[in-house]
């Protein structure tokens, strides 16, 4: 799971992360110039994700690795960065069960607490390299919640996924629902889609 740390510079997110009192971690911290820290290790439980779901289980916290990037949010995520990201993942899914449909971001399952990695951040970037899903242009619309949910959003208000949809996938679109964002749930739903017990549909 991706997030961006909100805070000003690498050492005040790093010295959160590493504060007991805080009660917040995550197993990687990437600064703006690259570099990368390891604060938990893999097979531990950080707590980075909170309350949410994706893909109808909650408890994400037990069962992702947490990668914060320092990024206050306002501004496009640094070319070292990014690179440093690319090759964190390339590792981490060669040794985990991760497909690129298992690669969110905080808002994808908590539309309605988080915003984070935010519409700046490059996920078309990450699809292009089987990092990340980008959905196909061109589907046919179906039924924006229905389809949102079965591709692993949490059921909540629809304005909140629409958000979550839109910083991801469609980052500028704003005012109603439209048939492109319905389109986009659409395919990736039909791709990538799960049922309610949690199979590949």
Do not use: C
């Amino acid at each position: 799971m991706i997030h961006y740390t909100g805070m000003i510079g690498a050492a005040a997110a790093l010295e959160r992360l590493r504060d007991p009192v805080a009660e917040v971690s995550s197993h990687y911290l990437i600064g703006s110039d690259g570099v990368l820290w390891q604060l938990v290790a893999e097979e531990m439980r950080a707590w980075h994700a909170g309350a949410g779901s994706w893909q109808g289980r909650g408890d994400v916290n037990s069962r992702s690795i947490g990668i914060e990037l320092d990024n206050s949010g306002d501004h496009p995520f640094s070319e070292p960065q990014m690179t440093r990201l690319e090759t964190l993942l390339r590792d981490l899914m060669a040794r985990w069960p991760i497909a690129p449909s298992g690669v969110i971001g905080h808002s994808d399952m908590a539309p309605a607490r988080k915003y984070d990695p935010g519409p700046r951040f490059d996920w078309r970037r990450l699809a292009r390299q089987d990092l990340a899903v980008w959905p196909d242009s061109g589907a046919m619309p179906g039924d924006f919640v229905r389809d949102a949910v079965r591709f692993g959003y949490p059921e909540v208000e629809v304005a909140e996924i629409l958000v979550a949809v839109r910083a991801r996938f469609r980052p500028g679109a704003e005012g109603p629902i439209e048939d492109a964002d319905r389109g986009v749930m659409a395919d990736l739903a039909r791709r990538f889609g799960v049922d309610q017990a949690g199979h590949n549909a």
